[in-house]
């Protein structure tokens, strides 16, 4: 069976865990294939609400394999405190959750970088969490990382201790200051907790999975717009969010990729720095944080409101070939008498485009808009697509016309039930 990739078409928190969770019960395998703590994963149901970061969506549905995949960057602390947090809800992830010996480590000094060179950059700031996600990225392409299998080998502490004393060089070279040691003590703890688990070749678990026929999820972070190579360069996150990423994040052959679910808010959200072409700076981007509860869920910073992008989504859609699509927080604009969508860029020399481009970092854009009739009334409740208000299926049909993908599945609430399924998915089974 082929590998189904499920990924964020903006600039993350579109509600990844939320459907990775809703849709995992019809899957053998989930599996993570980058990022790292930086991602903040919300599952909802039975009145749980549980935030997971590196620990794939599908860690609550029973009988499932969980793979953090070798594209992933991990953090041995923040994995630590996550299990604990999970121990609760007494599932069994000594034989459930694999970790791939390649994924690279994020030791406390990737963290401290972070934040020098955040701080170095002043008001060209990213906005980055600071989970030390670049520097451990950087590592790894410099070729002098820690990898999750060398915890294992008697050359730990030494190369440890190298990668360390090059991280303090360049610590001292931007007048950072720190305490290192209360973070080894911590950092090494959990590295012995960490070497409890299964630490395995991932690659090989995924592709028997395939041969097995079995079925596999690959689990997307962040997403597009904050891509290396695509997203709005420099302002975008280290690691490759696309679809092609969930192939050298787990090793799975291109033509071994079946569906692209790709995942979308009913409107735009973005935090941290960078362009952001729909952003309202005004009461209606207020109206928008509070109803979405626009806050962060791995920093808590108010995430950045705005109107639909139509441009960057077709683009975001155009490099992962995405073959379903699923919107979420439908029940975000219940508010709105009105609601606008971003059909075009009006360029500073009057041109206008529907075009994405990668470099808009340098040059001011403004949104051309369409305004649609909003639906204005609570969804709740609604479990069947047809009931919806006229106004929401106009909305998905204009959508759908400009895109020219299915919206198949409508969220309409954070919970696992709040969730429309529009056809005859193969998902129409679950739950
Ligand atoms: P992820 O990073 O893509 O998994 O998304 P986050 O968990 O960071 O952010 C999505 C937020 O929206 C979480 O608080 C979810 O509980 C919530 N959420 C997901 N789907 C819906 C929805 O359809 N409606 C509402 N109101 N909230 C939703
Ligand atoms: P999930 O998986 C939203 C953003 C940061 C910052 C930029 C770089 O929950 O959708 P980094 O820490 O990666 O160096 O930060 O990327 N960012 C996210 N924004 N959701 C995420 O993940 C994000 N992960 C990183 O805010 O602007
Ligand atoms: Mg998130």
New binding site residues.
Partial sequence: MSVDVLL?LQ???EG?GKIVDFLAPQYNVVARFQ?GP????TLEFDNIKHVLHQIPSGIFRKDITNIIGNGVVLDPVILRKEIQNLGKFNLDLKSNLHISKKAQLIIPTHRLLDAANEKAKGDKK??????G??PAYQDKYSRQGLRVGDIVSSGFQVKYKTLVQSHEAMLRFLEFEYDLPALENEFFNAIEFLSQFKLVDSEHLVNQAVIDKKSVLAEG???SL?DIDFGSYP????SSTMAAGACTGLGIAPRNIGEVYGIFKAYCTR????PFPTELDNDDGERMRKEGNEFG??TGRPRRCGWLDLPALKYTIMINGVTQLFMMKADVLNIFEEIKVCTAYRYQDGRQSDRFVGDMVEQSIEPVYKTLKGWNRSLEGISSYKDFPQELKDYVAFLEKDLGVPINIISTGPDRKETVIRDTLKVAEVN
């Fill in positions: 964020g600039w993350g928190d990844k990022g930086n991602a903040g994963h990213i906005g980055s969490t600071l989970k996600i670049g972070a962040q997403g904050l302002f975008v996150t280290s935090v941290g720095s960078g869920a791995t």
